[in-house]
């Protein structure tokens, strides 16, 4: 069975400081990964994603997350964070060929002025 | 072009009674996923189709729920004997084919008195 870890329910950052967010995960088959953004009021985004190849994805809004197999991680990182960033997080996984998500719990991502 | 749609934006129901949640997946999307996402949580997975079949039905909580597809676009969720743990919101998705990138409309939030 696959599932999702978020660590932290709750991360507060400044505004140009660096925003992680992790996402630790299990799979008994290689993953398909993705990162969504869920703004207030609004429907969830695709924010980026990993199926295969190169390990580190770039995504919208300076995103970027890194596939680490040995650690069972997908963590997303920008380098500056901006007010526009406050959002919801979720980090995702699917088998590659159903497309059905297993979501984690969300990360509330604040951002301090 | 227009994006998933999901009517109506909010359905206020009492215990017992029948709903009907609608989803207008993106024309000429093949796939089409519903979820749930209950207050705090990531959303969860309740069925997915391929066309016009249930490709994947193991989400649904209990026999009280069943989604159809009869035209291979416009699907519903149909709820029996609504419980107040049946309150969420219920999204839905969909993408170009089976495995492809997803995309969610705005949810129906079902508020069960």
């Known amino acids: 069975a696959q599932s999702v870890t978020q660590l932290g329910s709750h991360v507060s950052v400044s505004e140009g400081a660096l925003v992680l967010l992790r996402c630790n995960y299990s799979?008994?088959?290689?993953?398909?990964l993705f990162w969504y953004v869920q703004y207030p009021n609004q429907g969830l985004q695709l924010l980026l994603k990993?199926?295969?190849?190169?390990?580190l994805v770039k995504g919208i809004n300076g995103f970027e997350a890194e596939f680490k197999k040995s650690e069972t991680s997908f963590h997303l990182t920008k380098p500056s964070a901006h007010m526009s960033d406050a959002a919801e997080y979720f980090c995702?996984?699917?088998?590659?060929?159903?497309?059905?998500?297993?979501f984690g719990q969300g990360t509330t991502l604040q951002v301090k002025p | 072009g227009a994006g998933v749609s999901q009517t109506p934006s909010n359905k206020v129901t009492e215990k017992g009674k029948y709903v009907e949640l609608r989803c207008d997946p993106i024309?000429?999307?093949?796939?089409l996923y519903w979820y749930r996402q209950s207050l705090g949580q990531g959303p969860e997975f309740l069925i997915y189709?391929?066309?016009?079949?249930?490709?994947?039905d193991s989400g649904l909580p209990n026999d009280r729920f069943f989604a159809v597809r009869p035209e291979g676009s416009v699907s519903t969720l149909k709820i029996q004997r609504t419980e107040r743990g049946d309150s969420a919101v219920y999204l839905c998705?969909?993408?170009?084919?089976?495995?492809?990138?997803?995309?969610f409309g705005p949810g129906t939030r079902l508020t069960v008195t």
């Open positions: 998705a969909s993408s170009l084919m089976e495995g492809g990138e997803q995309y």
């Open positions: 799979s008994s088959v290689p993953p398909y």
């Open positions: 990993y199926t295969t190849g190169a390990t």
């Open positions: 995702a996984v699917s088998k590659s060929n159903t497309g059905k998500l297993i």
């Open positions: 024309s000429g999307h093949t796939a």
């Open positions: 189709f391929q066309g016009t079949g249930a490709a994947d």
